[in-house]
C-alpha cells in the first residue's frame, strides 16, 4: 500500500463517519463498506478490551460502561504504535488526566498511572536482587555508594490515598470509605516473579528516585529528609534491601568515573 | 554535615536494616521456581493470549460516535472522598 493509502486507510479506520476507503474491492458480491464496519468495530472493540484488561482497577471504580466510554474516546484518538497490545495505553493515564467530567474521581489518572507501572514491571527485564550479604560486606566509604535498581522499579507518586485505593478495587483490601485521606506514594517492582505494590513511606519516593537517577546513598537519604522531615533511613534501607530493589552496587571509585 | 557523621549514619542505619532483612531471611525464595506461563501477577494471567484475539465485536455494532451516554456506577460512590461520592454524570467529550 502506498503512504497515501494507508493513511486513507488508517483515518477511516478510526472515524466511522468516514465510511469506507476508497477503492476497497469486495472479494465476493458483499458491499466493501458493511465489511469494513465490521472490521472497525473489531479494531475498537479489541482495542478497548486490551484497555479493560491493563486497567481492571480503574474500571472498577468507575463501572463498566463508563469506563468503556472513556476506552472509546482514547482508542479513536490513539492508535495503537506497536503490535504488542500489553503495552497499548501507555498514555492512557494523560488522556484521564484530561479528560472532562472526572472531577470527582480525581484520582483515576493515577490508579492508571499505577496500573500501567504494573504491566511495565511485569514484563521489565529479569534482574537478581543483591542479597544482604552483599551490602554486610560494604565498608568505607558508605556515602559515596550508588546502587543500581532493579529494571522493573518505578515510583508512581500522588496526592491521593492511591495504594489504598488501587488494594480497595484489586481485591487485596476490602472495599469500604476511607477515613484518611492523605496523599500516597506507590513503588512498583517485580523483583522475582510476582508484581508487587507498596505504599512508600515518608520521603521514601524522593529517596528511590535520587538513587535511580544515580544519586549517592548520602545524596539520596538527604533529599529524602529535606522533602520530608520524618524520612526514616532504616526503614528505607529494610525495604529497599529487603524488598530485593538493589541489583548492583556501585563503589565510590567507580560511581565517579564519567 | 561532615562526611565523617554523615558515613557513620548510614553505617548505622545500614547496620539496623541488615539485622532486620537478614532475620527474615528471604533469601532463597526462588530456589526450585522457574518463570513461566503459570506464574503471574493477579489480573495478568490471561495475557499469554492476549487482548485483541477476541471476534465479539462481530456481533454488534460498537464503534459509535464520542457521546458519553454511561453514569459511573462503580467503586467510587462507595469510598467517600472529600469531592464526593464520585457518582459521575453523564458528559460529553
Not at chain 1, 544482604?132 to 559515596?144: K, P, Q, R, Y
Not at chain 1, 491521593?160 to 488494594?167: D, E, M, Q, R, S
Not at chain 1, 524520612?231 to 524488598?243: C, M, S, V, W
Amino acid at each position: 500500500m502506498s503512504a497515501a493509502t494507508e493513511t486513507a486507510f488508517g483515518a477511516a479506520l478510526r472515524d466511522p463517519g468516514r465510511g469506507a476507503p476508497a477503492h476497497l474491492a469486495p472479494s465476493s458480491g458483499r458491499r466493501p463498506e458493511r465489511r469494513f464496519s465490521v472490521y472497525r468495530n473489531n479494531v475498537a472493540v479489541s482495542l478497548m478490551g486490551a484497555l479493560a484488561t491493563r486497567f481492571p482497577a480503574a474500571r472498577r471504580i468507575v463501572g463498566e460502561a463508563f469506563f468503556d466510554e472513556l476506552a472509546r474516546a482514547y482508542v479513536a484518538q490513539h492508535p495503537p504504535r506497536s503490535p504488542l497490545m500489553m503495552m497499548y495505553g501507555d498514555d492512557f493515564p494523560e488522556f484521564v488526566a484530561q479528560a472532562p467530567g472526572l472531577d470527582e474521581v480525581s484520582y483515576l489518572a493515577d490508579i492508571t498511572r499505577l496500573e500501567a507501572a504494573r504491566t511495565r514491571a511485569y514484563h521489565a527485564a529479569d534482574a537478581d536482587p543483591l542479597p544482604a550479604s552483599a551490602f554486610a560486606a560494604l565498608d568505607g566509604a558508605l556515602d559515596e555508594v550508588r546502587l543500581a535498581l532493579h529494571p522493573s522499579v518505578e515510583v508512581v507518586r500522588s496526592g491521593h490515598p492511591l495504594v489504598t485505593i488501587w488494594a480497595m478495587n484489586s481485591g487485596e483490601a476490602e472495599l469500604g470509605p476511607i477515613a484518611d485521606w492523605s496523599p500516597q506514594d506507590a513503588l512498583v517492582c517485580r523483583p522475582e516473579l510476582d508484581v508487587f505494590v507498596r505504599r512508600l513511606p515518608d520521603g521514601g519516593a524522593a529517596f528511590l528516585v535520587a538513587l535511580a537517577g544515580g544519586a549517592t546513598l548520602a545524596d539520596a537519604a538527604g533529599r529524602a529528609a529535606q522533602e520530608a522531615r520524618s524520612f526514616d533511613l532504616t526503614e528505607n534501607l529494610i525495604g529497599l534491601i529487603g524488598g530485593g530493589l538493589v541489583v548492583a552496587i556501585r563503589p565510590s571509585q567507580q560511581g565517579d568515573a564519567p | 554535615m561532615p562526611a565523617r557523621t554523615v558515613n557513620a549514619a548510614l553505617a548505622g542505619s545500614l547496620l539496623a536494616a541488615l539485622s532486620i532483612v537478614s532475620a527474615s531471611a528471604a533469601e532463597d525464595k526462588m530456589a526450585g521456581k522457574e518463570k513461566c506461563y503459570g506464574v503471574a501477577m493477579k489480573g495478568q494471567n490471561d495475557c499469554a493470549a492476549g487482548p485483541g484475539t477476541t471476534c465479539a465485536g462481530t456481533s454488534k455494532v460498537d464503534y459509535q460516535g464520542n457521546a458519553w451516554k454511561a453514569v459511573a456506577k462503580g467503586t467510587c460512590t462507595t469510598m467517600k472522598t472529600p469531592k464526593g461520592m464520585g457518582s459521575l454524570e453523564p458528559i460529553k467529550m
